[in-house]
């Protein structure tokens, strides 16, 4: 049977190579390892492996997580569906939120953010094939809400997220992160320097078109129990 330890090492092989074969620095994309439904002992068993950036969806199950593993180095990343009740908590216990879609999102999460803590790293959410199913800006709104979150003393705006609709076709699956790509590009904005997109299923293509941060579940902790 293979043990967690093992998938993270096959999926580190994975991301090293897509590095080399588009021409990538080494080392430039970030494997966060997302962990919903999955107990605290797997997140210990791919800790103790070496990982340390960890996306959970769902908040109470996410706080309990945290409390449970305290005692672990752990880099939280938000990177559900945000309601605004739920603000307070993710400004009090995560290091990033990837999955910002509105400026009263963002500004809730900023006068929320305790003044003990650096500044919570913010992804803008953009749902770049516009579904019906899904958060997220429009391409076309990204400008405009990127300078408001930029004023936010209590946010640092890193970058986008996106989870653009499942395709087969290795040059469709390019497609909408090259233009998510460009669209960061002609803002002009180097501080803009993250882009958290790419999974399981399009893990090459995501890193082909610049992604730093790819969010992979199911192949290293396996199928999930919804039940």
């Given at each position: ?8 090492k096959q999926?580190?092989?994975q ?15 970030l ?5 919903k439904?999955?107990p ?34 752990i ?24 999955s ?7 500004e ?14 913010i ?6 094939s516009?579904?019906?199913?899904k958060?997220?800006?429009t391409?076309a709104?990204l400008?405009?809400l ?6 936010l ?22 497609e ?15 501080d ?16 082909a ?6 969010r992979?579940?199911?192949a ?5 129990d919804y039940?």
């Amino acid at each position: 049977m293979t043990t967690i330890a093992q998938r993270l090492k096959q999926i580190r092989s994975q991301i090293s190579a897509a590095e080399l074969a588009y021409n990538r620095r080494p080392g430039a994309v970030l494997l966060l390892a997302v962990s919903k439904t999955k107990p605290a002992e797997d997140i210990a068993a791919a800790y103790q492996a070496g990982q340390r950036h960890f996306g959970e969806n769902y908040l109470q199950e996410a706080l309990k997580k945290q409390q449970e593993l305290g005692a672990y180095d752990i880099t939280w990343h938000f990177i559900g569906p945000i309601q605004s009740n739920k603000t307070k908590p993710l400004a009090m216990h995560f290091d990033w939120v990837h999955s910002v879609d509105s400026l009263k999102i963002a500004e809730r999460l900023n006068a929320q953010r305790p003044s003990g803590l650096p500044p919570l790293n913010i992804c803008l959410q953009v749902n770049i094939s516009d579904e019906q199913s899904k958060s997220g800006i429009t391409l076309a709104e990204l400008p405009q809400l990127c300078e408001q979150v930029s004023q936010l003393p209590n946010l640092k705006l890193r970058g986008v997220m996106a989870i653009p609709a499942p395709q087969q076709d290795f040059e469709l699956q390019r497609e909408p992160y090259k233009a998510l790509y460009r669209a960061v590009a002609e803002l002009h904005r180097p501080d803009l320097d993250t882009f958290s997109f790419g999974m399981t299923g399009d893990l090459k293509a995501a890193i082909a078109e610049g992604s730093t941060i790819v969010r992979i579940g199911t192949a290293l902790f396996g199928e999930r129990d919804y039940s």
